[in-house]
């Protein structure tokens, strides 16, 4: 985007703006669930004839919990493009998720940064956060979750909590740096029809995806979701979608086999992300290995060019 900006009749001078980050966390859901306001949040107060109670259970007020991390975000330089929230569980669990923007890098149109909060009053759920990665096509799902934290409902929690996070948040431009390099990575990369057929069987073995998933895994394979996907042909990235279209969280819809909510989403795909990493490092080897075959060739064809010289024909 260009402003021009008259300084008098006769001199214009130009500014360069940057783009507006996109939103990527819908406004309607989250990870599934209907969203709610944060005065939905800050209604569902903690109250202890409602929500479980117990001797060594000290529950952290979602507000509150909502309101440290915006704090300790901006505190660390973080910028926050966008939030959603949801109850569920009779108001007695609340997610909330940052789409964030750190000041050293920008948000990609494809995918962005996320922090992800879960807390609750049942007694059931320990306060989790995660930092991580979303795709940006209908919130994808992709949750890479390089640095969790996960504490115990105890009187040591928000104290714990802040600090805890403040030190991840320390380490949130090299979660940003890693993603970036791995998605453009994966982009560049293309499996073999072999290696494909192997890591599928592997996700199955490994509970990363049910064997009754696996044909919709394959469907999207052969066709992408959303074009975005198919951009770059047959590539790891286009492998990974495939997955996190199958494993996303329906919105109004009947769940289907394969499926992941987040609890379970933030154990099967980084072990998902695992197993692409490796198979996208024995692509590399083999590139590289035929890319050294290749000089070597041509070195051999420059020093018989050299002994014999060139062949003149008629």
């Known amino acids: 985007m260009t402003i021009q900006v008259r300084a008098s009749s006769e001199v214009t001078a ?17 990870y599934g669930r209907a969203s709610c306001s944060y005065q939905d949040i800050i ?14 259970y000290t529950p952290f007020d ?18 926050v493009i966008n939030t959603a929230y949801a109850l569920v569980e009779g108001d007695n669990t609340c997610y909330a998720a940052w789409q964030v923007d750190h000041q050293e890098y ?34 994808n799902g992709l949750l890479t979750g390089e640095y969790k934290i996960r504490l115990k409902h105890t009187g040591m929690i928000e104290g714990s909590y802040s600090e805890q996070l403040a030190q991840h948040l320390l380490l949130l431009p090299e979660a940003i740096r890693a993603d970036n390099q791995r998605y453009e990575r994966f982009k560049g990369l293309s499996p073999s029809p072999e290696m494909v057929n192997n890591l599928m069987i592997q996700t199955v073995r490994d509970n990363i995806i049910p064997a009754g998933a696996l044909k919709r ?11 975005e996907f198919e951009a770059n042909g047959d590539s790891m990235y286009r492998l990974l979608q495939s997955y996190t279209s199958v494993m996303r969280p329906p919105y109004g819809k ?14 099967r795909l980084p072990k998902l992300v695992k197993l692409l990493d490796k198979t996208a490092d024995k692509i590399q080897e083999i590139e590289d290995l ?3 075959v290749d000089r070597e060739e041509t070195v051999v064809d420059e020093e018989e060019y050299s002994i014999l010289g060139p062949v003149i024909t008629d």
């Open 14 to 30: 130009k500014v360069n703006t940057p783009e507006p980050a996109p939103i990527i966390i819908p406004d309607q859901n989250i």
């Open 43 to 56: 209604d569902s107060k903690y109250d202890q004839e409602v929500h479980y109670t117990g001797p060594r």
């Open 62 to 79: 979602f507000a509150s919990a909502i309101a440290i991390t915006d704090n300790l975000l901006r505190e660390k330089g973080v910028k």
């Open 106 to 139: 920008n948000t990609s149109q494809e995918y962005t940064p996320i922090i992800h909060l879960k807390n609750s009053y049942n007694g059931k759920h320990a306060l989790t956060i995660v930092l991580g990665s979303y795709t940006f096509c209908c919130f």
């Open 217 to 227: 895994v394959i469907k999207y394979w052969d066709k992408p979701e959303f074009e």
């Open 254 to 267: 009947r769940a289907q086999v394969g499926q992941a909510s987040i609890t379970n989403a933030q154990k």
């Open 290 to 292: 035929l890319s050294e």
